[in-house]
């Protein structure tokens, strides 16, 4: 089972960036899949995630990045997707996505994102 | 949002001694089905958190029994039976009862 993320980097603030999720080893279509995020030295932090097509392929989100971030799936490619619009400082983590919505068991490695004017 | 509680921040351990960790939450974690959302992760240095402990008491696939996860409703806690240097991270409980999920605080423990 193994979680490539990929697409992170250094943003303007206002601008968009989007990150991907590369999914291997295991069933992509049977899982709901989320993504977190990790400020320098703080805990994690829960951006969101997607339900799989059984349950409706339905998204949630935390209120810090609703409205402003999305979450997408394309179960053909096994790939999950954050774009991420109206970025701010605030933004600024290495973003990890993971297996499962309420208990998640695999985890990437992460993408850094930097959000400096 | 419901807000979990960590205790302690800190931790030091001899090797072979035990380590327990609370995570009180502001909510109740048990759903109508007898679940427990309450999931325990530990961070080594420079990796992303890894899960030991699901649904409040179930250990995670490869984890040694040493480690259990106890507790219902609002009051939870971790225990390693003997601490390793292995244990060496930091450990975070999460609800997943309710969206946001939030995590606690995390509690840092090192080896004496």
């Known amino acids: 089972v193994r979680l490539v993320e990929s697409g992170g980097g250094l943003v303007r603030p206002g601008l968009s960036l989007s990150l991907s999720c590369s999914a291997s080893g295991f069933t992509f279509g049977d899982y709901p899949m989320s993504w977190f995020r990790q400020a320098p030295g703080r805990g994690p932090e829960w951006v969101g995630f997607v339900r799989s097509r059984a349950h409706g392929e339905t998204a949630e989100y935390a209120p810090s990045v609703k409205g402003r971030f999305t979450i997408s799936r394309d179960d053909s490619r096994s790939i999950i997707y954050l774009q991420m619009d109206s970025l701010k400082i605030e933004d600024t983590a290495r973003y990890y996505c993971?297996?499962?919505?309420?208990?998640?068991?695999?985890w990437g490695k992460g993408t850094a994102v930097t959000v400096s004017s | 949002d419901i807000v979990l509680t960590q205790s302690p921040l800190f931790l030091s351990v001899t090797p072979g001694e035990p380590a327990s960790i609370s995570c009180r939450s502001s909510?109740?974690?048990?759903?109508?089905?007898?679940?427990?959302?309450l999931d325990w992760y530990m961070q080594k240095s420079g990796q992303p958190p890894q899960i030991l402990i699901y649904?409040?008491?179930s250990r995670a696939s490869g984890v040694p029994d040493r480690v259990s996860g106890s507790g219902s409703g609002t009051d939870f806690v971790l225990n390693i039976s003997r601490v390793e240097a292995a244990d060496v991270g930091v450990f975070y409980c999460m609800q997943a009862r309710q969206t946001p999920l939030t995590f606690g605080g995390g509690t840092r423990l090192d080896i004496k």
């Open positions: 993971a297996r499962g919505g309420d208990e998640v068991d695999v």
């Open positions: 909510q109740s974690l048990l759903h109508s089905n007898g679940y427990n959302y």
């Open positions: 649904l409040g008491s």
